[in-house]
């Protein structure tokens, strides 16, 4: 399954210079808002040791990692829920995303202008979701008028429908974002369809200066005390320095580098680690002399959904799956070592996959 995440921010945030430093797409940087029209889309690998555990074992002729797509979405501005500064088609392109990643200006430099002239977290945060906010309310208010007749001469499912849709407009009129709303996954079919901005799950990517990674800075501390109650995710990131990083040829001269200033990983990888517990997800493998290759799957899937990652019809045509678990793995040495030791399940439509597991399916279509 693909996943796409999309940056958002204020125009001078930093959002394209740390798109430039997380893809191998550059997005034009400038010190000026709209130097990016179009949504720029950078596909980047997974960084997962455990490929490299399975590339010792079984020595394929490719390792392909699992990947995550960037896509690096123009600066929004107040009243781009209106159409200013380009904001229809902005917005559009956020409805597209898995997940948001608002970027949000926690540095002083004279040199970069903001666009509101001062350094102010809170505020940046809050015009962005004013607009999404807006943007939704719009949509919500859209689907009453299409179901508030017949929710009010008796049918019955479009008054469950209407009723739930109430609960989101008043969330949205009082300042809060869709995904605050507490429903049923029963509940949820009816407002799924409508796609809203504010519902999708959010990471908040406070960008710093380079001594403030460790500790944060009043910007930070602010941003943390505005956000507590969200269940969104905070990360400290510099783009300045995830740039720099990304001019190094090799993985030995970037952790070089990167304990220079005593961090064990880049923005990168904090980034797409928080991306895939924000959405829920995990990895499973497929090792065979051809290839070992890296799934994404949602956790709590079943073999056979897993199996359609792959292929439709490996789901289709299911009939079990061989599990080893890379401990075992790891200890055997080999595929046929594990067999002979009793070390790989036989699981069957019911088998919840674990991250980590390898896996060969068995399918008849």
């Known amino acids: 399954m693909s996943l796409q995440c999309g940056i958002v921010g204020l125009p001078n945030v930093g959002k394209s210079t740390l798109f430039n ?9 400038a010190n000026y808002p709209f130097c990016t029209i179009d949504p720029n889309v950078g596909v980047v690998t997974v960084p997962d040791q455990r490929l490299q555990v399975l590339k010792s074992l079984v020595n394929p002729q490719e390792v392909i990692p699992a990947v995550i797509e960037f ?6 501005v107040k009243g781009a829920s209106r159409g200013e ?19 949000i200006r926690c540095f002083e430099d004279d040199n970069i202008v903001h666009v509101a002239g001062r350094v102010n977290p809170i505020e940046d945060k809050e015009i962005i979701d004013t607009e999404l906010q807006i943007k939704d ?48 996954e029963e509940e949820f079919k009816y407002i799924k369809e409508a796609h809203l901005l504010t519902i999708k799950p959010v ?31 905070l990360i400290l990131v510099s783009a300045a320095l995830e740039a720099e990083i990304a001019e ?20 990168l990888s904090q980034l797409i680690r928080a991306s895939y517990e924000l959405l829920n997800l995990i990895t499973y493998f497929t090792a065979g002399p051809k290839e070992v290759k890296a799934w994404t799957i949602e956790r709590g899937w079943k073999a056979p959904q897993a199996a359609g990652v792959i292929h439709s019809d ?20 080999t595929e046929v070592a594990c067999r002979e030791a009793g070390k790989i399940g036989i699981e069957g439509k019911e088998y919840v996959v674990e991250d980590g597991d390898i896996m060969h399916f068995r399918f008849n279509v």
């Open 85 to 103: 500064g380009l904001g229809n088609k902005f917005l559009a392109n956020i409805r597209e995303v898995d997940a948001i990643i608002h970027v």
């Open 137 to 184: 309310l719009d949509t919500i208010e859209k689907r009453i008028a299409r179901v508030e007749k017949p929710a009010k001469t008796g049918n019955a499912e479009a008054k469950k429908e209407y009723e739930i849709l109430l609960r989101y407009k008043t969330a949205l009129e009082q300042g809060a974002n869709a995904r605050s709303v507490t429903i049923g």
């Open 248 to 267: 190094l040829g090799t993985e030995e001269e970037k952790l070089e580098f990167l304990q220079e200033y005593g961090l064990k990983e880049s923005g």
């Open 203 to 233: 990471i908040y990517v406070a960008n710093v200066d380079i001594n403030s990674l460790h500790t944060g800075n009043q910007y930070t501390q602010t941003l943390a005390q505005a956000i507590a109650t969200e269940n969104a995710k």
């Open 71 to 76: 896509v690096d979405i123009a600066g929004l």
């Open 314 to 333: 490996f789901e289709k045509g299911f009939i079990k799956a061989e599990v080893i678990k890379l401990k075992d793995y790891e200890n055997y040495k």
């Open 21 to 29: 430093a997380l893809s191998s797409a550059k997005a034009e940087s």
